[in-house]
C-alpha cells in the first residue's frame, strides 16, 4: 500500500480543560496517528485517544514570544475504527487548538524520517529545513500563531491544505498542509499569512512509506561470504 492520507481532524476552544477532535472513522490497525496542538503557555497534560492510543512527543515543545505553546506527537502503528477521536487535556482552562492526521501505508515499526520545530516573527512563517532520506514520503507541515481578527493561510513549498483555524478572534489560528513526494528532497513548511499576526510556531514531519528502506545494508563481500556458507552447507549435507 502507497502511503497516503487518512483521515484529518481539527478542533478549538477559547477557554476550556480539554478540546476534542470530531469523530472520524480510521483503520482498525497499521496507521500512524500525527497531533498538532497548539495552547496557552505551560497548559499541556495529556494527549487521550477514543481508541486507547498512547503517543509520544516529537521533538521538544516551542513557546512564542506571546506565550502559547506548540508541540506535535505521534502514535505508530495505532488502533482505529468508528468513531475515533482524540483529545487535548490542559492543566487548566486555556485556549488551544489541535490537529490530527491518519497516515496509512507508513512504516509501522519506525516511520518518522525528520522533524523540526521552531518560532518566527515574519510571514511567511517557515519550519527549520530538513533532508528526506528515502523516496516515497508524507510530509506534514504544521503552524499556529498569536493572532487577532480573521486569518487566511497560504501553504508554499508544493504543500496542500488540508485543516485552518481562520478565527482570531476567539481561537489560536494554525493550519495543517501536507505533500506527498516520490524522491529525497530538501524542504520546509512555508506558511504564508494574512492577517494581525505577532508571531508564529511552525512544525514540520515526514514519514516514510512501509517498505521504502531502512533495514541493514549489505555489501557484495558480505552477500559473497554469506553465499558461500550456504553452498559449503549443501554440500555438507549431501556428504552425509
Known sequence: MAIAIGSTATASTGSATFVTTPGVTTQVSGSTFWLGGAFGTG????????KGNTYAQIGTTQTSGAGSDGRQDQKINGTGGASHTQTINLSSATYATIF???I?????????DQSGGN????????????TTTVTNELLIGF???DS????VHTFGNTFTLQREQQDGANFMTGAMGTR???STLTTATSITVTGSVTDSIAFIATYKEAGS???????YPELERNVRGVCRGVLSHMRH
Do not use: H, M, Q, R
Request: hydrophobic share 25%; glycine share 12%; with cysteine.
Open 100 to 102: 490530527g492526521v491518519e
Open 43 to 50: 497548559k499541556f497534560s495529556s494527549w487521550s485517544d477514543a
Open 104 to 112: 496509512t501505508g507508513a512504516d509501522t515499526t519506525a516511520p518518522l
Open 180 to 182: 506527498l513526494v516520490t
Open 213 to 219: 528502506g531502512g533495514g541493514p545494508t549489505i555489501t
Open 143 to 145: 503552524s499556529c500563531e
Open 148 to 151: 487577532s481578527g480573521t486569518i
Open 119 to 130: 518560532v518566527d516573527s515574519t510571514s511567511p512563517y517557515t519550519s527549520p529545513s530538513i
